[in-house]
Each structure stands twice: as structure tokens, then as C-alpha cells.
């Protein structure tokens, strides 16, 4: 039998406040197979960021261990780690985080420069992704020339730019309006049904979490169901 | 696209601030430029002074005379080359606010012991044969618009009574440290009339210049000098002449002094300028530079962002502040009365300091924004707000 492409063992993570110990994940255990779509739901503070910047690389746990593709990504250094999310994870933010001062195009290509791409290969994959996000006509523009719906979408195709098999969305809609939310989700269904991406999304909205394969409930710290 | 681009749009992210921190490091860095200019044109005596060369000088004060009948005993003495002499004549040309060199030389030796002024052979022939001639820097040339030939009046103070030279020829300054300002004259001129008409200061001059063959031997030639009129009526105190410019500085020495330290203080507080618009850029984009290093940027891309945002926005500056102060330092001397300064240059050496400041103030002003973008965690950098 295959291991399981993400497995999380036994993770403990709290946070030091002065002297005080604030336990914000408990004793987590979690498989999710390559090309799952997963939603992570719970009230705020319940540690759905947490759970996922453990997964993706940027945070540490306080014990346990996080195996992706075979790799103990809590065993990492800082250095080695960076190496690691630049390959294996796409990022998606509430707040889009493009860099105003560069254009869609040149945010998509932003993770590029860290391949050993050829500048013409990554301006040719930075346009792809671009257009498979549907948004080809709008490369030129910086981000204060588009909507938040595009602005996220422009953010996707900057997280799809290198190809990794993860893809990480905290509350991706949290910042939308509907129709641009219902987009948004659409194009997630899109790269994880025909790009066979591993999504790992935190929302409480609970039409997204419909969109995902499944879903799981973080209640202070601890995975029900 | 490559990361430089992003370097380039950042410096300009924020366009009001970035051109009012690159115009705040122009103007320090103008006005290191300009002070550090007067001060080394105070120190352009000193600077221009040769090693060989003492000056012998009436141990008193300067202002009093030494005999003519020294010069041969001088001559004597073991290790000096030649002996030559002037006189201060100072006068008033054209009126009291024209500032150069007068004086009475000894036009023999004269311009042997002083080679930077590069005398045309011919004119110094035409020279030595008139007994009111004089040699003019080209500078005065150039500012009194003084051809060969010409007359100039002057109202003698230190001499009194009106004089009259014939400008016979102009000298080229050597060097960038050489006067270019100064007037002489054959002291033979002036001795023929002070014995009619102050035979009592009749064989007076006013300091020797004594060229000495070895510059290592100054402090033992300057003793022996001294030692063979000592007890006369007039005893000399020698030097070299680079002392003896400086003491001509004494009194200015703490202007001097504070225009320098204030020179330095100034590149002090471009560090503050570019160091507290650095702090705040980081600051902002503390979220942002947690973004870059999620998806994957290494500390030392993110040293070249912050570190080349500071460098190029204090380089700018001070190629700024470096154009603006050739046309003022032009201005600063226009405003000066004319010849206050004979030397008055920006030095290669301010120039090449402007610039290492510049670079230096960008790498020291990275550091602390540096530290806090390095030391933030991601996960805290993407939860900072503002
Ligand atoms: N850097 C931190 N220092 C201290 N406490 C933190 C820190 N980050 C998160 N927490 C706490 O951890 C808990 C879980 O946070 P988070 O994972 O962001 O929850 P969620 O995403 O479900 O709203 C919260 O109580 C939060 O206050
Ligand atoms: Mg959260």
C-alpha cells in the first residue's frame, strides 16, 4: 500500500505568551492523499491558519511531524524549508498579497525567478498560468487596476506558476463578494479536477467548503470528524 | 522580469518620499562637499608648501624685518642649496577689497626656489631688464583683465607712496595647490626708492626662503640658522614651510576645526535621512517580505532588496549633492570678495569621499530594516497589519 501523500502525526503546537503556554493545536492526526481537495472549518481562533502554515512549510509544531511525499518537513532548516515551499507549495492569501509595484505578469513571474527557468521560459509560464486563470488580457495591469476577484485570481496563477502539487488558500474567499467568490472557487475545482493539484483550503464559509472533496471541523485546536 | 526590477520600482514605490530622501542626501552631501572645499582652501598654503623649503623669519613677529646682510651667512651654512628673499608690500590696487600677493622678490633667485611658477623664458628675460617690472599670477590676469605691458597703479600702505609696475609677465600655476594669485616684483625696484625715501628701512627684507638640499636635515638647518643670530638684534625663528603656513592658520585653526568635524556630522545625518526612510519602507512591507520568503526567497534576495533600495536611494542622492556643488562652490567664491581664497578647488579626494559616504550611509542604513525583516517569522509578518 502507498503511504499517503500528506500524513500529520501527533502535532502539538503552542504558542509561549510571557510566562504563560497557550496551546493552539492538540494532538492532530490527519491523512490527505495526493489530488484531495480538502476544506479546513471552525470557529475563529480554533488554529485553521496554524494547521495550514504547519503544513506548508512556514511555521514549526512544538512536537510531532508533517510527511509530504516522504519528506519530514518539521526535520528542515530554514534554508532547506525555503527550498522546499518554492518546489511543493503554491500560496493563496485572503488579501491576495500581490506586490503593487509589479504588474499581474510580473507577480506570476515573482516565483519563477527562483528556477533554474530560462527568462523567456518563465515569462512563457508566468502567461500560461495567467491564462488559465482567464486573465491573458489583463497581464499589464498592476494590481490597483483590477478587481479583488481578479487580483485573487492573478494570486492563483502566481501560486500555479511553478507547478507544485500543493496548494495552500487560507479563507481565499474572505475578501470577495459572491459571484467573484463563486469564480474564484471554480477555478480552484478546475486545477484540482484537471491540474490533479492537492488543495488544502481554511474557510468558514460554508458554500466553499461545499466546493472541496471534504471537509474537516478544527474546534479549539482539536480535528473533529 | 528579475528581482532588480522590483529594486528599481521600490526605491520609487512611495515617489514623494523617495525624491524628498534623495534631495535631503544631495544637500548634505553638497554641503559636506562645500565645507570640506574651504577648509582645504585654508590648508592651501600648507598643502602647496615644499619640503625642501624653510622660512627664516624674524623671531619677534613676522611683520618686522630682518637685514638684507643675512643672506650670505644663510648661504653658508652646510646643506642649504640657495638662499632667496621677499618683502610684504602689500598696497591698495584698485581699492581695498582686492585680495592677492604683493610682493618684493629677489628676482635673481627668486623664481629658482619657487618652480611652481612657470615663468615663459622670454617674458622673464624682458623681466629682469626693467626696474618696475612685475610677474602676475594668471589668475590676476585673467580678473583685471592685465595684459603684458600694462600698468598697474598701486597705492603703497606698507610703502607709502604711489607706485607703478609694468606687467612684463604671467605666471602659469604647476600645480592645483600653486597660488595662482600673486604679484612680485624686483625688490631692487623697491629698495632704490625706500633708501631716498626711507633711509631709515633701507637693507630691510622680510623673510627668507631657504632651500635646503635634504628635507631631513630641515630641523638641524633651521637650529644652525637660527643659532648664528642668536643674541643679534634681529633673531630669526626658521621653519619649514609647511609650519609656516600652519601658523598662519593658528588662529582660524578652530574654525577650521569645527567646519571639518561639521563636514562629518553632515554625512551623520544622511545616515538618520536614508536609515528613518529605510526603517519605514521595511515596516510597511512587512507583510510583503513575508510573502517573499513563503514562497521560497532566501535572506540574502531580501538583503538585496532592502540593502539596494538604500544604496541606490543615497547613491542617487549623492550624485545629486555632488552635481549641484560645482556650480555652488562657482557661486560661494563669486560671493567671497575676490582672491579671499587664491586656491579654492573641489578636491578629487571630497569627491571620491561624497561617494564612499553615499555607499556606505546605503549599506549602514539596510541594517537595522535588514535585521528586523531577517528576524520576523513568516507566519508573524503575514499576520502584522498596517
Ligand atoms: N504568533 C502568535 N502568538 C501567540 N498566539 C498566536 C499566534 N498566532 C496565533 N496565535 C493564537 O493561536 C490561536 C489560533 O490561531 P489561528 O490558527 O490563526 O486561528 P484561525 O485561523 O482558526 O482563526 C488563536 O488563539 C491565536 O490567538
Ligand atoms: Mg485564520
Redesign the interface.
Known amino acids: 500500500m502507498v503511504a499517503p501523500f500528506i500524513q500529520v502525526q501527533e502535532i502539538y503546537k503552542s504558542y509561549q505568551r510571557d510566562s504563560l503556554e497557550i496551546p493552539v493545536l492538540r494532538n492532530i492526526n490527519l491523512e490527505i492523499a495526493e489530488g484531495e481537495f480538502i476544506a479546513f472549518m471552525g470557529p475563529s481562533g480554533s488554529g485553521k491558519t ?1 494547521l495550514l ?1 504547519l503544513i ?1 512549510g ?2 514549526k509544531p512544538t512536537s510531532g511531524k508533517i510527511l509530504i511525499a516522504g519528506t519530514d518537513v518539521t526535520e528542515l532548516n530554514e ?1 532547506e524549508l ?2 522546499w ?3 511543493n507549495v503554491g ?1 493563496i ?1 485572503q488579501f491576495y ?1 500581490l ?4 504588474t499581474a ?2 507577480n506570476v ?3 519563477l ?2 528556477t533554474p527557468l530560462s ?1 523567456k521560459e ?2 512563457a509560464h ?1 502567461e500560461m498560468a495567467l491564462a488559465v486563470v482567464g486573465l491573458a488580457e489583463r497581464m499589464h495591469h498592476y494590481p490597483r487596476q483590477l478587481s479583488g476577484g481578479q487580483e485573487q485570481r492573478v494570486a492563483i496563477a502566481r501560486a500555479i506558476a511553478t507547478d507544485p502539487a500543493i496548494l495552500v488558500a487560507d479563507e481565499p474567499t474572505g475578501d470577495l463578494d459572491k459571484a467573484s467568490a463563486e469564480e474564484v472557487l471554480e477555478l480552484m475545482d478546475r486545477l484540482n479536477r484537471e491540474l490533479n493539484k492537492t488543495i488544502l483550503m481554511v474557510t468558514h464559509d460554508p458554500r466553499a467548503a461545499e466546493r472541496a472533496r471534504s471537509t474537516r471541523n478544527l474546534d479549539k485546536g482539536e480535528l473533529n470528524n | 522580469m528579475e528581482l532588480v526590477r522590483l529594486l528599481f520600482r521600490n526605491v520609487l514605490r512611495h515617489k514623494l518620499r523617495g525624491i524628498l530622501t534623495i534631495v535631503g542626501v544631495g544637500v548634505a552631501v553638497m554641503a559636506f562637499a562645500l565645507l570640506q572645499t574651504v577648509v582645504s582652501a585654508w590648508y592651501a598654503g600648507v598643502e602647496a608648501s615644499a619640503a625642501n623649503r624653510l622660512i627664516s623669519r624674524h623671531a619677534v613677529s613676522f611683520v618686522f624685518p630682518l637685514p638684507l646682510a643675512y643672506r650670505d651667512r644663510i648661504a653658508q651654512i652646510p646643506g642649504v642649496n640657495k638662499v632667496t628673499f621677499a618683502s610684504w608690500f602689500s598696497g591698495v590696487y584698485i581699492d581695498k577689497n582686492q585680495f592677492f600677493a604683493r610682493l618684493a622678490v629677489d628676482s635673481d633667485t627668486f623664481f629658482d626656489v619657487y618652480s611652481e611658477f612657470l615663468v615663459p623664458p622670454e617674458q622673464f628675460e624682458v623681466f629682469k631688464r626693467e626696474r618696475n617690472a612685475a610677474i602676475i599670477g594668471s589668475d590676476i590676469a585673467q580678473r583685471y583683465n592685465l595684459k603684458l605691458g600694462d600698468i598697474m597703479p598701486i597705492e603703497g600702505d606698507v610703502f607709502p607712496g604711489q607706485w607703478e609696475f609694468v606687467v612684463r609677465g604671467i605666471y602659469e600655476p604647476r600645480d592645483q595647490t600653486t597660488d595662482p594669485t600673486t604679484m612680485m616684483f624686483h625688490y631692487k625696484y623697491l629698495e632704490e626708492r625706500v633708501r631716498q625715501e626711507m633711509p631709515q628701512r633701507a637693507g630691510d627684507i622680510g623673510w627668507y626662503i631657504v632651500r635646503i638640499d635634504d628635507p631631513d636635515n630641515s630641523a638641524a638647518i633651521s637650529q644652525e640658522i637660527d643659532k648664528l643670530f642668536a643674541n643679534s638684534r634681529a633673531e630669526t625663528k626658521t621653519e619649514t614651510e609647511r609650519a609656516f603656513q600652519q601658523s598662519f592658520l593658528s588662529a582660524a585653526s578652530a574654525v577650521i576645526t569645527a567646519m571639518n568635524v561639521m563636514s562629518f556630522v553632515i554625512i551623520g545625518i544622511i545616515l538618520l535621512v536614508v536609515g528613518n526612510t529605510m526603517i519605514m519602507s521595511a515596516r510597511e512591507r512587512t507583510h510583503e517580505f513575508a510573502v517573499l520568503k513563503a514562497l521560497g526567497f532566501t535572506g540574502g534576495q531580501l538583503f538585496f532588496l532592502i540593502a539596494g533600495e538604500s544604496i541606490l536611494l543615497s547613491l542617487f542622492g549623492s550624485a545629486l549633492g555632488l552635481g549641484v556643488t560645482f556650480p555652488a562652490v562657482a557661486g560661494f567664491e563669486t560671493a567671497l570678495p575676490k582672491g579671499w581664497f587664491p586656491v579654492f578647488y573641489i578636491k578629487p579626494e571630497t569627491v571620491a569621499i561624497g561617494c564612499a559616504a553615499g555607499l556606505l550611509v546605503g549599506v549602514l542604513a539596510a541594517i537595522i530594516p535588514l535585521r528586523r525583516v531577517l528576524t520576523t517569522r513568516i507566519v508573524e509578518g503575514l499576520r502584522h497589519v498596517g
Open positions: 496554524t502554515n506548508a512556514i511555521d534554508s525555503a527550498v515551499r518554492s518546489r500560496f492569501f498579497n506586490i503593487p509595484v509589479l505578469l510580473e513571474e515573482l516565483p525567478i527562483l527568462k518563465r515569462r508566468a
